[in-house]
Structures are given as C-alpha cells and as structure tokens.
C-alpha cells in the first residue's frame, strides 16, 4: 500500500523559518498537498504543487519536489506563533478510480514566542 | 457560505449503540469522503463515494456503512459501537479531478 512519512514533531522559534519534510511512495502521483489542521477544526489546505514543477513559492511558504527521491517539503519563512499546528502531507496515488487522498501521519509544528 | 458541514459535534456512545454521523456539502461535489484521525495515526479513510450513487471502502471499513443520500449528503453509520471507534472523523467533499479537498469541523466520537 501507499504510505507516506511524516516527522512528527517540529519546534523553531518565532522569527525563525521551519523545514517540514515528507516521503512519498507513488511516483505517478499528479499533485502532492500541503494541508494545516488547527487544533479542534478540520484540515485546510495550505498549498499544493504539481509534480511536473520543483518548487512553487507563495508568500512565506516554498515548497520543493525531488522526485527522484520522491521527497517533498514546505518550507515557513519568518514562523510565527500562529503558525503552530499540525501539518499534513498528501498525495493522491494513480490508479483507475483513485480520487482519495492519502495523508502522512503529520507534524505538528510548535512555534516558541 | 457553510462548505462543508457535519452534525453532531460531540457524542458519547456506549458499546453495541448505533448512530448516523451526518455530512452535508454545498458546493456542488461529485466526491465525498469520510476520514477518522487518532492519535499517531494521521488520517485514515473509511469510505469514500466518488459521485451519486456510487460508494467504495477505504482504508478502515471495518464497523461502519455509508450512504449517498443526493449529491449534496454522505452519512456514515455505526451499527454497533466499539470503544475501538472511539476516534474523531472528519467528512470531506472535493470537485472533479484533483482539485482542494474541503473538510468539516469533525465529530469527536467516545464509545464506552
């Protein structure tokens, strides 16, 4: 099956930038996720990237793609305290009739003021 | 604009009790999925219905059954509780192809 890895915990400082890594399995996947869980809500969604780019960059948030080693991270810039949350890394495995996403086991990112 | 929305919040159930987790979305989805999170576990997929009138087992079916009421609900049910389901689950809704998948606030679920 499909598995992807996830660290599970993360602590920086305010001000300081934050690395979050991820493996994933399926090469063939399309799009690869980012998604942020508060705590006490549901998941939202960060950002995502397609697996033919190698990085996308949206404000404080970079995210790079390996593919050859099928490694992705998301990279904060200047980590505020509101910041602090659970990180979810997710792919969609190809395969006919597909569509769910498979989520890592998370990181949860804590942020020291 | 409410997205997605499941009811109830909260439930405390005592083991071998039933119940219906309700999912409604108001975004025009065809797909619909329900999830549980423990602990160390990340997120897992129960079901999932890809559009009307069609629903598939994911990862953890085991214990629950699902309905595709229209295109804008997806129920999950336990027909009889075990402390092992004792989890929080989240209902999701996404669009056709790989596009953002929209997630409720979840269910916080005991079973005792």
């Known amino acids: 099956g499909e598995d992807v890895e996830q660290s599970l915990f993360l602590s920086v400082r305010e001000g300081d930038s934050s690395v979050i890594n991820c493996t994933y399995t399926d090469s063939s996947s399309t799009y690869l996720y980012w998604y942020k869980q508060e705590p006490g809500a549901g998941l939202q969604l960060l950002t995502y990237?397609?697996?033919?780019?190698d990085m996308k960059q949206d404000q404080r948030l970079t995210v790079l793609l390996n593919k050859k080693d099928k490694h992705l991270s998301l990279r904060i810039a200047d980590t505020q305290t509101g910041d602090s949350a659970i990180y979810f890394c997710a792919e969609i495995p190809s395969g006919a009739g597909s569509y769910q996403l498979t989520f890592g086991k998370g990181t949860k990112l804590s942020v020291i003021p | 604009n409410a997205g997605v929305t499941q009811t109830p919040k909260f439930q405390v159930l005592k083991t071998g009790q039933s119940m219906t987790l309700q999912c409604a979305q108001d975004m025009n989805h065809n797909s619909m999925y329900w999830y549980r999170q423990d602990p160390g576990m990340g997120l897992r997929l129960i079901y999932y219905?890809?559009?009307?009138?069609?629903?598939d087992k994911g990862e953890v079916p085991n214990g629950y059954n699902v309905s595709r009421l229209n295109k804008r609900e997806f129920s999950l049910r336990l027909e009889s509780a075990a402390p092992s389901q004792t989890s929080v689950y989240f209902c999701?809704?996404?669009?056709?192809?790989?596009?953002?998948?929209?997630f409720g606030q979840g269910t916080r679920l005991t079973v005792v």
């Open positions: 990237i397609f697996s033919n780019m």
């Open positions: 219905s890809a559009s009307e009138g069609t629903t």
């Open positions: 999701a809704s996404s669009g056709t192809g790989n596009t953002e998948a929209f």
